[in-house]
């Protein structure tokens, strides 16, 4: 059982990806509404060895010593992978013992305000951050950051990037009815966007529950909408789960044990992760495609939110 490697999965854009996580849950320097992998409990900036470099070393050298075939290393997980101050190290790591094997960092792209960070992912392949924002009010409502954060210096650190930065940029904006769909922030947000000129923009919305109860999200037409608004080149939709389910491979056993675990009695996200011993972005991509397709339903108690077996 590896502790800070998951998948490998394939996805549609990184081909087979196997994921690497630095980060004990939960720490970050945002504590979205919507995060699927639960509350914040250390909101910060501080850059630490939150999960050592050997052992992150140690397991990526034994899981590779099966040759396995994958295309991408994606740096994700539990909380804001550039937190780890080692992040530039691995990289350097893989690239140099690896050096077929693509990597992918998504992050927050909070910390980028940071020359040094900037500097450490210059390895890196591809960078993939998130901006939900454009000002500051909504930063707060919607990312509810670090108090040592702030929208300018966020956006500057982007725009910096993308300056020093060769690889592709891919910015995901995540979108909630009733935040930050509003034209004004929709305006503010197209400006950042031609700014920071990413490669391409991906809007995505919600599909799992988040932190806070009663998050909307927005349907495709809403968000297609939203592309024809900005008139921007490559800006695309992330698929929904079921589409998602049709073009990603899935293990049948996954299923099943979720399922037979969740008949036994409901169970949260982490119940989950704790009784199977899966990651917990590698489950919440199961349950995506369970509750599209009907088999089970989610319920808010004092606890968090629950998954049960839909009751027909
Ligand atoms: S969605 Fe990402 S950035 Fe936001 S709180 Fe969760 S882990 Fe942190």
Known sequence: ????????????????????DLIPKKVCSLNCVYCEVGKTTNLTIERLEYVKY??????????????????YITFSGSGEPTLNSKIGAVLQFIKKNYPTIKTAILTNGTLLYDKKLRKELLDADVVLPSLDAASEAMFKKIDRPSKKLNIKTYIQGLVALRKEYKGEIWLEIFLLKGYNDS??????????????????????TLDRPGTKQGLIPLTKNEMQAIIDFWELPNVEIIASPEER???????GDIETAILETIARRPCTLDDLHNFLGIHINEINKYLGKLEASGKIETVALDRGVFYELKHK
């Open 183 to 204: 034209k004004k922030e929709l305006q503010l947000l197209k400006e950042a966007i031609l700014k920071i000129k990413p490669d391409s923009v991906q809007l995505n």
């Open 54 to 71: 050997d052992s992150v070393i140690a397991e990526l050298d034994k899981f590779m010593s099966d040759d396995p075939k994958i295309d």
């Open 245 to 251: 389910s049709s073009i990603e491979s899935y293990s």
């Open 1 to 20: 059982m590896y502790k800070h490697l998951f998948g490998p999965v394939p996805s549609r854009r990184l081909g087979m990806s196997l994921g690497i």
